[in-house]
């Protein structure tokens, strides 16, 4: 199925223009930044204020939560007081459970957001059998609930956006899909082929997930569909629920990344747990990155496609020590350009040396190669570090693992009988090379790009060691100049995340001693793998950014759970504001913290409520004696 105009050259899929107010979005227009309101929207000068530092700060298009009828007639006050101030930015009204509040909020604002899984389905966690005929019968309950709306809707000339989210799907699709990407894509189609047939086309459409490979997956099937039927509605992109700080940020670039490389979108939010004004950089930083991009140099199609797009299935590989087949991605360092290597080097990669027992100690984020040039390391290393050596340096004293050329690779005998890492770009493959490559058990591929759309170069160079049967580890490797920290942390995790959601890469290796420290790098390195859900050396949390519904301080509550909790290797804790983003969009949650009521939380394990209603002041306690009690607790390491 096609689902972009092509998998090598960068060119944005062509949707039709849809008006918001006057912004238009799809077509030829630029790529628009979007965020939400967290204050409640019936604090109408809070919101007022709080829509204004978005807007200042380059936010093109306001969205408020509107769960009840008294919130959707208070957009008319939010909306003027807006006017009177000089702001015309469009606002977007956020329903989800209450039909009325959104043919109220239609006659006030420019758009209204609904979700198919919450707006007219049934949504009790309930697994119902639906025969062909009560399925049918339910579309038809659905069409007379949901039709009032759009018939508003094009009396008013107001936009709406179908927004599914992937924990909320109904209980009547995952009776018939499961939990999957064709679910949510289903989910959206039902609810715009209704639209259609009365002849309403003001939509944008959304995919939203907190799993990144869910996500990507989800939209590609959306456009593939769309295609099909003839179809070509813009696309809002967002990972739901990302997190905060460097995790939330890593996230979103990985997911959203991944579809702006394919040329999908139209807009954009990044969804942080932070005030809502610190989004729009963020969002603003990761298009910089396709700047570039677009002007790359050419890159030949790929005629026979052998990657999967649509589900994620990592690439056959052979086994190299602790790199390929069924191991997870290796981290490699940079150290080639350091001016002096110490043992206190290693501290940034995660090994930290104790005097007194004179022994490494290795955390969950420790690197496992690095990559030295031609430094001399003349002390004992730890026995879990490979220490990777230019070849001619390699050659003297034999020590660590080699890297050599494509030249050194083919014309040298003297190789490592273990590992050799083999410094590959797409204009290196050759038969000659292929042949070597599928008998050698010792070669790790580390592939580069000079070019401006590297992922695409590497997309084909993988696309070629694939249609070649050639099964050898490829490390992906790129090189990064000048970058500010944060811009390194959106720039890499587009380009390396694409690729590992595509079951693509044994390994990665971030050359960019100018983008921050070494510390920061190799964390970077883990985030990216962990958000691309391909090695988990952290706990994750997947917490909400906030919105005029949350019942308690989302940004205060994450950083505690995250103090108590961050030792948590592989945990997932899902920590929400409201009902509406609890049980649903924690999905893949471990354990879930929501917000039930002002001051009351309830405790879930994964999607089954465990102890309701806990003041506020214990639930954090409460969280951690639940972990404990299901047995998933571990002591602090004291080092």
Known sequence: MKYCNSLTQYSRFKTREVKVGDLVFGGNNPIHVQSMTTSDTMDTETTVSESIRMIEAGCKLVRITAPSKKEAHNLKNIKEELLKR??????????????????????IVEKVRVNPGNYADKKKFEEIEYTDESYTDELERIRKKFTPLVKICKEYGTAMRIGTNHGSLSDRILSRYGDTPKGMVESAMEFLRICRDEDYHEIILSMKASNTRVMVQAYRMLVAEMIQEGMNYPLHLGVTEAGEGEDGRIKSAVGIGTLLADGIGDTIRVSLTEAPEFEIPVAQQLLSHFNEVERHEKIEEIIENPLHSFDYLKRDTTNVLNIGSNNVPVVMADFCLKEKITPASFFALGYNYSVPLDKWHLTDMAADYVFVGNHDVNFEVPGTLGVIYNYQKWKEHKKGFPFLTINDYLDESEISKKLNIVYTCLSDLSEELYTKLRTDTTAVLMIDTYNDNGLAEQRKLFSELMN????????????????????????ASADFGALLLDGLGDGIFIAAENCGSYQSINSLAFGILQASRTRISKTEYISCPSCGRTLFDLQETTAKIRKETSHLKGLKIGIMGCIVNGPGEMADADYGYVGTGKGKITLYKEQTVVEKNISEEKAVTALIDLIKEHGDWVEKKIN
């Open 86 to 107: 000089g702001y015309t930015t469009p606002i977007v009204a956020d329903i989800h459970y209450t039909p009325n509040a959104a043919e109220i909020a239609a006659t």
């Open 468 to 491: 070649n049967k050639v099964r050898t580890p490829v490390v992906i490797g790129r090189a990064y100049g000048d970058l500010t920290q944060e811009q390194l942390q959106l720039s």
